[in-house]
């Protein structure tokens, strides 16, 4: 178990630094305090207050500094090459777990389109020794809830409930992840529950707008498909067509399992072990496919809608490109949630022209995509789209002040701090960390990037990313009478 507890003081003999580490507490000269012997003494003593710690340490609080890693973790790797990553929280009595695999829907190809979200579902209707109705009930009847979902690159099972049943919820989604035998009679039911789900998407705006875009922008490649697939292919899937997939996809080298909870340590690894570990070693050589050939195209679509709605946007930065910290920033101030944001404030607040407004990047392995999207009346969209281009091209020309720029920073860094409050969205952001880049980003990490981007960035970013020449632009306006 690595925890870390840093300190720096003053002593009679000088400064010292303060560690922890394993189950004792030293200074930096190795000599073993005897305050505190192990690490529930040390976190107890912190917790019943700051002043009396120092005391104990014969210090003034003035005298001494401490850093406590809120957030730190510990990392597994079991012998069929799973890994196994876990935040102890002790302030919850909920654990947050899940089993997340580095396979989704762009790993498909036109002719098996949306098996990786349909695999998802399969995986909660029959395993070796449980059906449906036991899957579901299993953590349900606790108080417990089970769910999973598929994007463009992964798959997640996991679960949320009490902490003393964590046994039950690692066992289970091993279970379904591992132990699927796909049903027959399961598949046909699922199938229509499938094609239901994709009438309910096509009925949503919002959703086939995105839908639409990701085609539009990523034309003739497997990210432009839809994650539900298409009802020709959903129809046709079978019992074999899944586990083709998965034994042509699966590598348990790209697997992690995620834990966030008042749970020890070395008792997740235990589990881990009994249930994960005898999974058999798989490797694929499979590569994925680059995305290029990026052609900027405008399409207008009619639908059965009132609004006119509107996405425009383009590929951006990939998840190991270095200015993606930095895009985010940009990104906020443009579109993000708050309502401060300026395409809001035109387009919204000083207009009336929308109810909502936003701006969005996702990146992934190799590319990303930049989509803004908004609906108004179809009389007003002309002049959105002249407010939207006007606000991207004061990015583009007018370098920010520095209270401007400095405001813009805290807003983000107050939203990233409140999204890593979230235990269960921890556990997944510390899975897609060790998927994605082999490790889990801290908090700082992610601070020092939005404050290290200055004015002439946000404008290079500007002018790179915001040239209207570049941008797409996809157009859904109600179908004519």
């Keep these: 178990m690595k925890i870390l507890f840093l300190g720096k003081g003053q002593c009679e003999t000088g400064s010292y630094l303060l560690c922890f580490h ?9 000599r073993k305090l005897p305050h505190f012997t192990t690490c529930q003494t040390l976190l107890s003593r912190v917790a019943t207050g700051f002043g009396r710690f120092c005391s104990a340490l014969r210090q003034r609080p003035s005298d001494l500094t401490l850093q406590l890693i809120m957030r730190e973790h510990i990392i597994h790797t079991l012998k069929n090459g799973i890994r196994v990553v876990h935040n102890r929280v002790t302030s919850t009595k909920i654990v947050h777990c899940g089993i997340m695999l580095d396979i989704g829907s762009r790993d498909e190809s036109p002719a098996n389109q949306g098996i990786a979200h349909f695999w998802e579902h399969m995986a909660f ?6 059906n449906s109705f036991h899957i579901l009930n299993r953590l349900e009847s606790l108080g417990g809830e089970l769910n ?3 994007d463009k690159e992964k798959i997640l099972f996991f679960a949320s409930l009490r902490d003393d049943h964590f046994e039950r919820a690692i066992e289970l989604l091993a279970d379904i992840t591992f132990h699927s035998v796909f049903p027959s009679t399961q598949i046909e039911r699922e199938r229509q529950v499938i094609l239901e789900e994709m009438s309910m998407y096509h009925d949503d705006p919002d959703g086939s707008l995105q839908d639409e875009f990701d085609a539009l922008i990523f034309q003739n490649h497997s990210l432009g498909m839809n994650i539900l697939g298409t009802e020709q292919t959903v129809r046709h899937f079978h019992r074999k067509d899944f586990r083709s997939f998965i034994k042509q996809h699966m590598d348990t080298r790209r697997i992690v399992f995620s834990c966030v909870g ?6 997740v690894i235990r589990l881990a072990e009994k249930y994960m570990g005898s999974v058999p070693r798989t490797v694929t050589n499979t590569r994925r496919k680059s995305f290029s050939g990026y052609k900027p195209t405008e399409r207008i679509l009619q639908r059965p809608v009132k609004q006119a709605r509107c996405a425009l946007g383009r590929p951006a930065f990939s998840l190991s490109d270095p200015r993606r910290g930095s895009f985010y920033l940009l990104t906020n101030i443009l579109g993000g949630a708050g309502m401060n944001s300026r395409l809001n404030l035109s387009l919204r607040e000083k207009h009336g022209y929308v109810y909502s407004i936003g701006a969005q990047f996702i990146p992934f392995t190799d590319t990303g995509l930049l989509m803004l999207s908004f609906g108004t009346e179809p009389s007003q969209l002309k002049k959105s789209l002249r407010l939207v281009h006007e606000e991207l091209r004061r990015l583009r020309e007018e370098k920010m002040g520095t209270r401007q720029l400095a405001s813009a920073k805290e807003q983000m860094l107050g939203q990233v701090a409140m999204a890593e409050e979230s235990n269960i969205s921890f556990m997944m952001m510390m899975a897609r960390g060790l998927l994605d880049a082999g490790r889990v980003p801290t908090l700082d990490e992610i601070f020092s990037r939005v404050r290290d981007t200055s004015a002439m960035d946000i404008i290079k970013l500007s002018q790179e990313m915001f040239d209207p020449k570049h941008f797409s632009t996809l157009i859904m306006e109600p179908m004519s009478a």
Aim: net charge positive.
């Design 125 to 130: 209707k029959g395993t070796v020794k449980r």
């Design 148 to 150: 999973a979902y598929t």
């Design 22 to 30: 394993g189950e004792f507490v030293y200074k930096s000269n190795a």
């Design 262 to 267: 008042n749970v020890p340590p070395e008792t």
